[in-house]
């Protein structure tokens, strides 16, 4: 058995299951803290969208503070998690981080699709010909 008591080594963790709610041990480390708030730096660094600041504030505020386990697991996942571009291109939930859809998610991938043309075709090839990029506005 374990305990869930403040200040303890280990947190608890409340994860919904089929049957009800099951409590389980989780344990953060400095490693694990310092590189979310890392990866939510650069995110800042290279976002356009100047409207993602303050959830992203909020983000660093709670992880810094230790303040809810259920939403630091949630952070880590959109940080650290990426769209996947399938049959559908990519879908995803608006939103802030890299599971989600938004102005980095775009840019990012748009990068990708140009580094892969260059890769194919050569960057001369690309110029001159061009690119057509299309939306489906349903």
């Known amino acids: 058995a374990f305990s869930c008591s403040p200040g303890e080594k280990f947190r608890c963790l409340v994860i919904q299951k089929k049957g009800g709610f099951h409590t389980t041990p989780f344990q953060s480390t400095t490693m694990e803290t310092d590189s979310l708030i890392s990866a939510i730096s650069d995110y800042q660094t290279y976002d356009p969208d100047p409207g993602s600041k303050p959830e992203l504030q909020s983000w660093l505020d709670i992880i810094t503070a230790y303040q809810d386990i259920i939403k630091i697991?949630?952070?880590?996942?959109?940080m650290t998690?990426?769209?996947?571009?399938?049959?559908?291109g990519l879908r995803a939930k608006m939103g802030v981080g890299y599971d989600r859809m938004n102005q980095l998610t775009v840019l990012l991938a748009?990068?990708?699709?140009?580094?892969?043309?260059?890769n194919t075709f050569g960057k001369e090839q690309v110029e001159q010909c061009g690119v057509c990029v299309g939306y489906d506005g349903r």
């Open 81 to 88: 998690n990426r769209l996947k571009f399938g049959t559908a």
């Open 110 to 118: 748009t990068q990708g699709v140009l580094s892969h043309l260059w």
């Open 73 to 78: 697991a949630e952070i880590q996942t959109r």
